[in-house]
């Protein structure tokens, strides 16, 4: 955690990844995020990986350091708490995040008719409105069939929910600029921000799409051969596998000095006249390049690897499963500061991250856990919108409200 923009009041309505992980995001750097979520829980509450008593680690993961309160927003009364959370007083509230359909309770004009300098982004799954999640979208964008063996014939997915991420993160940037222009000169706005538009937009800036249209070429399937230069996969004597890319001429040295090739590579650049020390060159020769090095990496442990390649500087990593990077990489472990142990309600002891960069301003604050559903029910209703005891009890008794949740 940091308090980089401390004085922040997001309230959240969401489900699943894009919209969470924003106000996540947001939270870790100091905002004040409440996610509003149904009686009950919302789509996502009980969401895999779950713990052996049902609790999702995927929903608590997503909502580290946020407040939660549960209300029923189908009930006037409860839809009226909603959006006085919503619309509150201040500089620094009247954020409103959400990736739910942006109407009815959720329509933009009916909270800026409360507050005239409303800020609300509404995540969708495509620009017209219509359904699409992060799965659908990939296939789309063209990844699933570049992914996967040379001259597999099918698409291969990953399970990284990539666009959600891009598309959190890329909601955080438009919130904090929104947040700047209201600032500057009072005026609010809704945000629309389409999933595969975070796609489309990155096929765009990374080339793919003028690949087709000023070269008419269509992208192979490479396997773990990295297009258009050198990277390449490679078994290791112990039964583990490590990546090995040699992008540019300061890497491609270190991986002949790490290996001791440097003589039979430039045999190779001599035979088939190429200068090595160019990418392009590198990628052209790649299955001769893969040959020479093939035996060298076979003949040696992962440890044997590691001390060669990390004494020369050379660009490579270890393949690992998840439970490997827990156990055996100090980059995910305390010994990294973004990480610390916390004690998650309803899941148990665990490392967590805060936030992934470094604020030289504003040191980092202890990583707060995520609530249980409905934690912070009735601090908000007393402190945030002002109601007494008997109020909240009898919103209680009425089912508009209920917290906190055990499950």
Not at 55 to 61: K, L, P
Not at 187 to 216: C, K, M, P, R, W
Not at 299 to 304: C, E, F, G, S, V
């Amino acid at each position: 955690m940091t308090e980089i923009i401390k004085g922040l009041r997001v309230v959240e309505a969401s489900a699943f990844i894009a919209a969470p992980y924003a106000g996540l995001t947001l939270a870790q750097m100091g905002a004040d995020v409440i996610r509003i979520d149904p009686v009950g829980g919302g789509l996502d509450h009980k969401r895999w990986p779950i713990t052996k008593d049902g609790n999702s680690i995927y929903w608590a993961g997503l909502n580290k350091g946020k407040r939660s309160i549960m209300l029923n927003a189908r009930d006037p009364e409860g839809r009226e708490l909603a959006h006085a959370l919503m619309t509150r007083e201040g500089p620094g509230a009247g954020i409103v995040l959400t990736n739910l359909p942006a109407r009815g309770w959720l329509a933009y004009d009916t909270l800026k008719a409360r507050r005239d300098d409303l800020i609300m982004l509404g995540i969708t799954g495509n620009r017209d409105g219509s359904v699409a999640l992060d799965y659908t979208v990939n296939a789309a964008a063209g990844f699933p069939l570049v992914t996967g063996p040379a001259g597999h014939a099918g698409p291969v997915n990953h399970v990284m929910p990539v666009w959600d991420v891009v598309a959190g993160l890329s909601a955080v940037t438009a919130i904090l600029a929104a947040e700047r222009m209201r600032r500057d000169t009072g005026t609010g706005q809704f945000i629309a921000h389409a999933l595969s538009d975070a796609a489309f937009s990155t096929l765009s800036h990374l080339g793919y799409v003028a690949e087709v249209q000023v070269n008419g070429d269509d992208r192979p399937a490479t396997g773990n051969q990295v297009y258009g230069t050198y990277g390449c996969d490679f078994a290791t004597s112990d039964g583990r596998r490590v990546m090995i890319t040699a992008f540019t001429t300061r890497h491609w040295h270190a991986l002949l000095e790490a290996t001791g090739l440097a003589e039979r590579m430039a045999k190779v650049a001599e035979l088939f006249e190429l200068d090595l020390d160019r990418e392009e060159a590198r990628w052209e020769a790649r299955d001769t390049i893969t040959a020479l090095l093939k035996p060298w990496f076979a003949a040696r442990t992962l440890d044997q690897i590691r001390d060669a390649m990390t004494t020369v500087g050379a660009c490579w990593g270890p393949y690992q499963s998840f439970a490997q990077a827990v156990r055996e990489d100090p980059r995910l472990s305390t010994e990294n500061p973004m990480f610390e142990e916390i004690d998650q309600p309803g899941i148990g002891r665990h490392i967590a991250a805060g936030p992934m960069v470094d604020f030289g301003a504003a040191p980092r604050t202890p990583v707060r856990p995520a609530p249980r559903l409905g934690a912070d029910t009735d601090a908000i209703l007393a402190d945030d919108l002002g109601l007494d005891s008997g109020q909240i009890g009898r919103l209680h008794d009425a089912g508009i409200v209920a917290g906190p949740s055990k499950g």
